[in-house]
């Protein structure tokens, strides 16, 4: 049972244009979230982060929104930049650790972006 | 200075052998997870430790044994290797929890393994 949807398996997006995936999930104990960004034979890499009693988060060209009501979320890219061709992943995690920060991340397929300069 | 550094990159080996995959993080953090990143793309979390400490353990088979000498290492273990496998591992390390939240975790380049 996927908790964390990415229906969108791939993106193109024109260079110097928004990008924007978007991200579902379905239990509504997950309390903070988070994007990665992976390179080819690379491992993730934390891009930015929303605790869910916030409903936008900015980090300069990348912003997520959270929609709580909906069980949205969304990261927006602008502007693309070839640089920025990569799978993201979209991250949740529930409400409590499991001892000094110890937790447990449930990821989303990713949606492999391809930014065409 | 790699923060998060797994070893070795990839693997071939065959049914019934045991390997071993090797993690060592710099960056001071206490949590140390392994993830799989199965053939469907999904990654998954299969151990935590915090301080050495396992703290999670989800549903693994017990072919899978995690060992932490010191903080700063977690190594995976797989006995009698089966073709499903055949994934890619992560390791990562987070610091632990402060006021701003969740810390990050950070994570390796990954170990492509596929059993033959």
């Known amino acids: 049972d996927q908790q964390v949807k990415q229906n969108s398996p791939s993106l193109s997006v024109q260079e110097g244009r928004i990008s924007i995936l978007n991200c579902d999930y379905t239990?509504?104990?997950?309390?903070?979230f988070l994007w990665y960004k992976k390179y080819p034979a690379e491992g993730p890499t934390f891009l930015i982060s929303i605790s869910s009693i916030k409903d936008k988060n900015e980090d300069g060209r990348f912003t997520v929104f959270l929609n709580k009501s909906a069980k949205h979320l969304s990261l927006h890219i602008v502007p693309s930049q070839p640089g920025d061709s990569a799978v993201y992943f979209c991250?949740?995690?529930?409400?409590?650790?499991?001892?000094?920060?110890?937790?447990?991340?449930?990821f989303g397929k990713g949606t492999k972006l391809s930014v065409i300069p | 200075d790699t923060a998060v550094s797994q070893t070795p990159k990839y693997l071939v080996t065959q049914m019934g052998n045991d390997k071993s995959i090797k993690c060592e993080q710099n960056l001071g953090h206490d949590t140390m997870y392994w993830y799989k990143q199965d053939s469907k793309k999904f990654l998954k979390i299969m151990f935590s430790y915090n301080n050495k400490e396992l703290i999670i353990n989800e549903t693994v088979p017990n072919r899978f044994s995690p060992k932490s000498p010191d903080k700063a290492h977690l190594n995976l273990h797989i006995n009698s290797l089966e073709l499903g496998d055949s994934a890619v591992y992560f390791c990562?390390?987070?610091?632990?929890?402060?006021?701003?939240?969740?810390?990050?975790?950070?994570f390796g380049q990954g170990t492509r393994l596929t059993v033959v």
């Open positions: 990562a390390s987070s610091p632990n929890r402060g006021r701003a939240g969740y810390p990050e975790a950070f």
């Open positions: 991250a949740a995690s529930a409400g409590t650790d499991s001892g000094a920060g110890s937790y447990q991340l449930t």
């Open positions: 239990n509504s104990m997950f309390d903070y």
